[in-house]
């Protein structure tokens, strides 16, 4: 444990919903709810006042429209959201060259390691002006709020944050983390989920005090050796662990689940093909290669298998990837209906394979040959379904496949227009799709730093209206924006499990 506390974890505030938010000036204040929009589609994230009515992320998006039926849902933008993210990890990096993204809008950075300290008070205060600074670049930057922790550990710095959302800074001083925990949810403690907090529950044990009062020997009867040692050094505020400047993704995947179950044995192929070359932009862009394909076939009843092959050498060849997952699926039956395809690529390498039209060659003519422990269990219900991209660790809501963004995608025009997804149009100018169906699209004119725009109805195939990238937000909406922060009382559900409406410790400047 740190003498100071100089570790920062960083939380946006509902960072798609408020993307959207700062997007659409017509949507600031009202609530709004982006996920997959399907009749299988979840909710990816929902805005301080669409939880008001009890939506939150993970819901499926049919249970969140009958809870909040007037909020507005939208189709995800993961291109806005990774060049919002890019601008505040910028930020974060001139604060500290040990920075540890856990995803596009969270976290960690050690203070210690950068200079940002140096011209800051000393102790808990400097960190303190460090992180209101942070709070106010980013607003300044993007628009957007941020809620910020500030401990002598990761794990503690983790829960300040939570405690400060939304829009807030909660700094937890050394020395008392005993005291703090104490009242705290065991859901609090990072490793305790649901079986585990049952276990403790049904020997009496629900707050992290009574965790310490039961004492180490119990626990290890309970939970056994490894993990009733690390919940018993958690609940004493104990936790060593550095801040990573740079964790190695260990696959890139991609994920589709479709609104209706897939049955036809050539459009399931179809499907591989097209997750493969998506799977293979991305790990391109990423810079890597792969040895090793994996395709993931979830059924009509949720039983989920995977398959996969190693090759002789990492690619980054979509051949080679597109034949690999075929090959995969000719092994697997898909005649009861096929709910949702993924494929990956793992065993990543920053170098390629020379003979890779040889190696592709050869694997053609062999039978494919799963993998030991390839294998998942059948049964039970699935995770919920995402559009899985491990280089960002970002959450995808699981939508249709004709919803994904795909360049020369051949997509039916009444599917282009996804509500949210902008759009700009010969006479009117650029704006956002608010709705469509029966052959018509709805449009809202406006622009990020522009005053609410006039809604006008169009037919799907309109030749002067098309798709259009998004607009970066900027300084310029910043002010816009401010004036719509969420109301500090409201308090979203803590994804540690612990409780919202427990109160802030240490010291909070919302």
């Not at 939506?55 to 969140?64: E, G, R």
């Not at 950075?109 to 960190?127: P, W």
């Not at 249709?400 to 282009?416: H, I, S, T």
């Not at 798709?467 to 994804?495: E, N």
Request: with cysteine; charged share 25%; proline share 6%.
């Amino acid at each position: 444990m740190r003498t100071q506390p100089t570790i920062l974890h960083l939380d946006m505030d509902a960072f798609f919903a408020a993307v959207e938010q700062a997007s659409k000036p017509s949507l600031r204040g009202k609530p709004v709810v982006v996920g997959g929009l399907g009749p299988r589609g979840v909710v990816s994230t929902a805005s301080y006042e669409a939880r008001r009515f009890g939506v939150h992320s993970a819901m499926p998006t049919a249970q969140a429209r009958r809870l909040a039926p007037n909020a507005a849902y939208l189709g995800a933008r993961f291109g806005l959201y990774r060049a919002v993210s890019d601008v505040v990890m910028e930020l974060l990096h001139a604060l500290s060259p040990l920075v540890e993204p856990l995803s596009l809008d969270e976290a960690f950075v050690d203070l210690e390691a950068g200079e940002a300290l140096e011209g800051a008070q000393g102790g808990a205060e400097g960190a303190r002006e460090v992180g209101e600074r942070l709070r106010r670049d980013i607003r300044t930057a993007t628009g957007l709020t941020g809620s910020v922790g500030l401990a002598g550990s990761k794990m503690l710095a983790k829960i300040a944050s939570e405690q400060a959302k939304p829009d807030g800074l909660v700094l937890i001083p050394v020395g008392t983390e005993r005291g703090m925990l104490a009242p705290l949810s065991v859901r609090t403690l990072p490793g305790i989920g649901p079986a585990t907090a049952e276990v403790l529950r049904r020997a009496g044990i629900s707050t992290v005090g009574e965790i310490v009062e039961v004492g180490e020997d119990e626990l290890l009867r309970l939970l056994g050796r490894a993990h009733g040692t690390s919940v018993h050094a958690m609940a004493h505020g104990v936790d060593d662990r550095p801040v990573v400047a740079e964790r190695d993704a260990k696959s890139v995947s991609v994920e589709d689940t479709y609104d209706v179950d897939l049955t036809d044995r050539t459009r399931v192929r179809l499907e591989v093909e097209r997750l493969a070359g998506r799977c293979v932009t991305r790990l391109r862009a990423a810079g890597r290669s792969g040895r090793t394909v994996v395709i993931k076939v979830r059924s009509y009843d949720f039983s989920t298998l995977t398959r996969s092959e190693t090759l002789r050498g990492p690619t980054d060849d979509a051949g080679v990837v597109r034949e690999a997952a075929l090959r995969l699926l000719d092994g697997v039956d898909t005649t009861a209906g096929v709910r949702l395809l993924g494929v990956g690529v793992s065993g990543l390498a920053d170098f390629t394979q020379e003979d890779l039209f040889a190696q592709a060659q050869a694997a053609q003519g062999q039978a494919a040959v799963p993998q030991a422990g390839a294998e998942t269990g059948a049964g039970g219900p699935a995770d919920p379904e995402r559009d899985a991209e491990e280089l960002s660790g970002v959450p995808v809501a699981g939508e249709a496949a004709p919803a994904v963004e795909e360049p020369g995608a051949a997509v039916p025009a009444d599917r282009r227009w996804i509500p949210g997804r902008d759009v700009r149009h010969a006479v009117h100018g650029r704006g956002w799709v608010q709705g469509s169906g029966v052959g018509k699209v709805t449009v809202r004119f406006e622009e990020p730093d522009s005053a609410p725009g006039r809604v006008r109805t169009f037919s799907v195939d309109d030749p002067q209206l098309e798709t259009a990238d998004p607009v970066m937000l900027g300084a310029g909406i910043a002010g816009l924006a401010a004036d719509q922060s969420p109301a500090p009382a409201i308090r979203p559900k803590s994804r540690s499990g612990g409780g919202d409406d427990s109160p802030p410790t240490g010291t909070s400047s919302p």
